[in-house]
């Protein structure tokens, strides 16, 4: 069974950057077949998808996001990282990070495993 | 502001059917990429519940079932229990402005 543990700091100073990490048991990233994937849930909002790593460090960004946002793998500790720079009280959020698959080549992916969240809020 | 469109709130009995509807457009839905659903209880882990427009996961029970036509797409839970109320997302791709994974705006499932 995989498991997804997210982990960084809960507070961050508004134009500071964000970086938060996810832990991954139950399964190898350097496996490959799979992508690891970032996503958020501001208060009282639906989820929105920040982007998503591989095994080898290749990435995709919601265009949206793609100017602050990067996304690193560190397979020899089964982690990926989120950074998130430039940060305002609008990225206040419970992150998520998630295990991305498709089930064929150009399918559309989704999230089959997903980490418990972890609340970021951005104050001085 | 999501492409994807779902009715903030849907209630019933318990034992009823419920569906949920998930409206999209041309650059997502009705482009043609999958939609997949998630239950979300607040404070816990989002749960994939289908995937590729009707497929379960091992474990979910068979009373809940997706579809997808046009630019559509439906998740039905039949024989509501209470321990379905819960807020449900839907998921695909939108191919404008670059291409993004996209979530639908989610909708709450009240069990009366």
């Known amino acids: 069974q995989v498991q997804l543990q997210e982990s960084g700091p809960g507070l961050v100073k508004p134009s500071q950057t964000l970086s938060l990490t996810c832990t991954v048991s139950?399964?190898?990233?350097?496996?490959?077949?799979?992508?690891w994937s970032w996503i958020c849930q501001h208060p009282g909002k639906g989820l929105e998808w920040i982007g998503y790593?591989?095994?080898?460090?290749?990435?995709y960004y919601n265009p949206s996001l793609k100017s602050r946002v990067t996304i690193s793998v560190d397979t020899s500790k089964n982690q990926f990282s989120l950074k998130l720079s430039s940060v305002t009280a609008a990225d206040t959020a419970v992150y998520y990070c998630?295990?991305?698959?498709?089930?064929?080549?150009?399918?559309?992916?989704?999230?089959?495993?997903w980490g418990q969240g972890t609340l970021v809020t951005v104050s001085s | 502001q999501s492409v994807l469109t779902q009715p903030p709130s849907v209630s019933g009995a318990p034992g009823q059917r419920v569906t949920i509807s998930c409206t999209g457009s041309s650059s997502n839905i009705g482009a043609g990429y999958d939609v997949h659903w998630y239950q979300h209880l607040p404070g816990t882990a989002p749960k994939l519940l289908i995937y590729g427009n009707i497929n379960r996961p091992s474990g979910v029970p068979d009373r809940f079932s997706g579809s997808r036509s046009g630019t559509s797409a439906s998740l039905a839970i039949s024989g509501l229990q209470p321990e379905d109320e819960a807020d449900y997302y839907c998921q695909s791709f939108d191919s404008s402005l670059s291409g993004s994974y996209v979530f639908g705006t989610g909708t709450r499932v009240t069990v009366l």
């Open positions: 998630a295990r991305d698959r498709s089930d064929r080549s150009g399918g559309t992916h989704y999230f089959d495993y």
């Open positions: 139950g399964g190898s990233i350097s496996s490959g077949g799979y992508y």
């Open positions: 790593i591989d095994y080898s460090g290749s990435t």
